[in-house]
């Protein structure tokens, strides 16, 4: 069975360009998360769903952040502009209803913004 | 003072090394504790929850004061498969949101 599935894997960019990261959820899974980690911050959760309708963004860091899970099996992170202090490790996460205290994540999206 | 806080680490330890973890909470209507272990540039995985009563899966100890907000994990004859970072985890609610700890490295050296 997938688990999580991220895109891309990684991505360099340059400062001012948008960036979008994709995020398949484990199939049949109700929450979505998505979660950034840098050295600094450690893990922050910035954004979750439930059944593809935004619960809680009090975590994004600005307006240059937006997410939007358009049906149950894809969720997107956009950043834009990008700017270099958004560089870091992105995951994304899934969890059931009945069991959403156990969190499944993807393998992350290492974002570089020169 | 940040929600979930862990020992700073590393912890450096011989293979056989018993090792202990803690972590302190400082919302005292949290529900739910883990604790998720990530290896290297690779995602957190859970490695076990935490209840009340305290609990075991084969050499890994995990409990919990819900009075001292206070939990620890133990590990016991520690491998080198072992070395990961450990993060102490809190969900405040069922709605889901979990908060991670910064934490805790550990090295288990042959």
């Known amino acids: 069975d997938a688990g999580v599935i991220q895109s891309p894997r990684h991505e360099v960019t340059e400062m001012g360009q948008e960036v979008t990261l994709r995020c398949k959820p484990i199939s049949g899974h109700d929450y979505l998360f998505w979660y950034r980690q840098t050295m600094m911050r450690g893990l922050e959760l910035l954004i979750y769903?439930?059944?593809?309708?935004?619960?809680?963004d009090s975590g994004m860091p600005e307006d240059r952040f937006s997410a939007k899970m358009p049906n149950a099996s894809f969720s997107t992170l956009k950043i834009q502009p990008s700017e270099p202090r958004d560089s870091a490790v992105y995951f994304c996460?899934?969890?059931?209803?009945?069991?959403?205290?156990?969190?499944?994540f993807g393998p992350g999206t290492r974002l570089t913004v020169l | 003072r940040k929600e979930v806080e862990q020992d700073p680490g590393p912890f450096n330890v011989p293979e056989g090394a018993t090792v202990a973890f803690n972590c302190t909470y400082s919302n005292s209507a949290s529900q739910s504790f883990f604790w998720y272990r990530q290896d290297c540039r690779k995602e957190p995985k859970l490695l076990m929850s935490v209840y009340s009563s305290g609990n075991e899966d084969g050499r890994f100890t995990a409990q919990l004061n819900r009075a001292s907000q206070y939990i620890s994990l133990l590990i016991r004859d520690s491998k080198l498969s072992d070395s990961a970072t450990y993060l102490c985890v809190v969900l405040y609610n069922q709605g889901g949101k979990l908060i991670f700890g910064q934490g805790t490295e550990l090295s288990v050296k042959p």
């Open positions: 769903f439930n059944n593809n309708v935004p619960i809680d």
């Open positions: 996460a899934s969890s059931l209803r009945a069991n959403r205290d156990t969190q499944y």
